[in-house]
């Protein structure tokens, strides 16, 4: 049966008449109504002149995005400072202060924070062709090794410091190397070109106010341009080759020269010691002739016969024949002591004293008149 048919007074919705009345089903503007009052309620609105308007208030929105960007404001001013990071504030532009580790917060849009790492090395590579003292061509690789000494120097007063140390560094090498010889650059020179290139390096920084300090310049192999690198090469082997006679030379040197300084010294102890011995034998003969003159002043006639025998005895000794004059004849006695030592060689040692004796105890005895006579 209709809802509509004569004598029915409900509608499918529970309405009686037709009507609005509460047993209706809810009106969707009138609930979104609704929702708008308790909110303009919440934040201070109004109803928007009652039921005849139906255009929505866009206040509330509006405080809400508020509120959500004003969340996002103050999150965005926090940031975290390592231990090994320095933070420098700029509050409209101009240095306000040094942030250290942790978290901190500024005002964003109103400060500016730049975070540095003030403690790590930093590393910087360059090579080039540059023109030595003697007008060779060279390449020469370097690495510079730096930090940040005043962080709110490297900050505020260069606008790229790592830009301005490239430059300078490129200044430093090309003098350098500038006013050194080849030689130096290619082999033991490089030690004393990257100590003078950081004391130079680091003056341009410090002139700069850069905020840098320079740790170390290390200098690697220098090259020559790849169109004569066999024309160096032998330059560098003739240079090993003539080092290495050096070497060579000195040690030969070495050996010789404390040998050569031995016998020296050897031949000066000699020398010393001969003269020792002459003035000792020298000093002993002379006290042996003061002793002799002394007894010949006692018994002169013992004395020139002991003296012509001991004399005899030695000169006898150093000749291989001797003649012998005989008193009261004319014969002369020949004593051929060459052959009688020969002789005498073979001969047992005592038997051979006994007849040297007997030969020349008469030949002595001989001689006694014509001792005395030479020795009157």
Not at 92 to 118: C, H, M, Q, R
Not at 181 to 201: D, F, M, P, T, W
Not at 286 to 306: G, I, N
């Amino acid at each position: 049966m209709a809802w509509n048919e004569p004598g029915k007074d409900k509608d499918p919705w529970g309405g009686r008449g037709g009507g609005n009345n509460n047993d209706g089903p809810p009106d969707l503007d009138e609930a979104f109504k609704k929702l708008q009052d308790k909110l303009n309620g919440i934040f201070g609105g109004g109803s928007g002149g009652g039921k005849s308007s139906g255009s929505t208030n866009l206040g509330p929105l509006f405080a809400i995005a508020g509120v959500i960007a004003l969340v996002f404001y103050f999150g965005a001013g926090f940031y975290q400072v390592d231990a090994k990071e320095r933070a420098v504030v700029l509050k409209f532009g101009a240095f306000s202060e040094i942030k250290t580790e942790g978290l901190n917060w500024n005002a964003p849009l109103i400060t500016d924070v730049y975070i540095v790492n003030v403690t790590g090395e930093r590393q910087y590579p360059s090579r080039g062709l540059m023109l030595t003292e003697d007008e060779s061509i060279v390449e020469l690789p370097i690495t510079v090794q730096y930090n940040v000494s005043d962080v709110k120097s490297y900050v505020l007063n260069v606008r790229d410091p790592e830009v301005s140390l490239r430059h300078a560094t490129d200044s430093a090498v090309r003098h350098v190397v500038g006013s050194t010889e080849l030689n130096q650059v290619l082999s033991e020179g490089r030690q004393a070109i990257a100590a003078e290139v950081k004391q130079r390096l680091q003056a341009y920084m410090d002139s700069y106010g850069a905020g840098i300090q320079v740790i170390n310049v290390n200098i690697q192999e220098a090259r020559p341009p790849e169109e004569v690198r066999s024309a160096f090469d032998d330059v560098i082997k003739a240079k090993e080759d003539e080092a290495r006679l050096k070497n060579q030379a000195q040690a030969y040197a070495n050996g010789i020269i404390p040998e050569a300084r031995g016998r020296a010294q050897r031949m000066l102890e000699e020398a010393e010691a001969y003269k020792a011995e002459v003035v000792a034998r020298a000093e002993g003969e002379s006290d042996r002739f003061e002793s002799l003159l002394t007894e010949y002043k006692r018994a002169p006639e013992v004395t020139r016969q002991r003296l012509y025998l001991e004399t005899m005895e030695g000169v006898m000794s150093n000749s291989s024949k001797v003649m012998v004059d005989v008193a009261g004849g004319n014969n002369m006695l020949y004593l051929p002591l060459d052959r009688m030592g020969n002789r005498s060689s073979v001969v047992e040692p005592q038997a051979q004293t006994d007849n040297f004796n007997s030969r020349m105890t008469p030949s002595v005895e001989a001689t006694k008149p014509l001792v005395r006579r030479e020795l009157r």
